[in-house]
C-alpha cells in the first residue's frame, strides 16, 4: 500500500528504501529536501554527511557540507539550480 503525504499541489508517495546510501552511511534527522530542474534530489541531513545529493532514482551522487552546518534547518535552491 502507497503512502501519500502532503496536501493539493504538494503532495508525494513515499518509496520506501528510496535512497541507495553509500556503506555505513544513514540519515540521521532530515531537516529539508528539495529538488532542482534537473530532478536531483538534496536532502540536508543532521549527521555526518549533512548535504547529500541523488537522482531521481535515489542513486548517490555525492555529499559535501562536511563541518559546516552543525545543524542544518531548511535548504532552498535557486533559479540556476544553486542550493
Known amino acids: 500500500m502507497s503512502i501519500i503525504l502532503g496536501s493539493g499541489e504538494h503532495r508525494y508517495r513515499v518509496v520506501e528504501n528510496w535512497a541507495k546510501l553509500p556503506e555505513g552511511w544513514e540519515f540521521k534527522d532530515a ?3 528539495a ?3 534537473q ?3 538534496y536532502v540536508f541531513n543532521r ?3 549533512p548535504m547529500m545529493v541523488f537522482d531521481r532514482d ?3 551522487l ?3 557540507g562536511e563541518g559546516t552546518f552543525p545543524r542544518a534547518h531548511d535548504l532552498h535552491i ?3 539550480d544553486i542550493p
Open 35 to 37: 529538488c532542482d530542474s
Open 58 to 60: 535515489g542513486n548517490f
Open 31 to 33: 531537516a529539508a529536501v
Open 47 to 49: 549527521g555526518e554527511h
Open 62 to 64: 555525492r555529499s559535501w
Open 78 to 80: 535557486d533559479a540556476n
Open 39 to 41: 530532478d536531483r534530489v
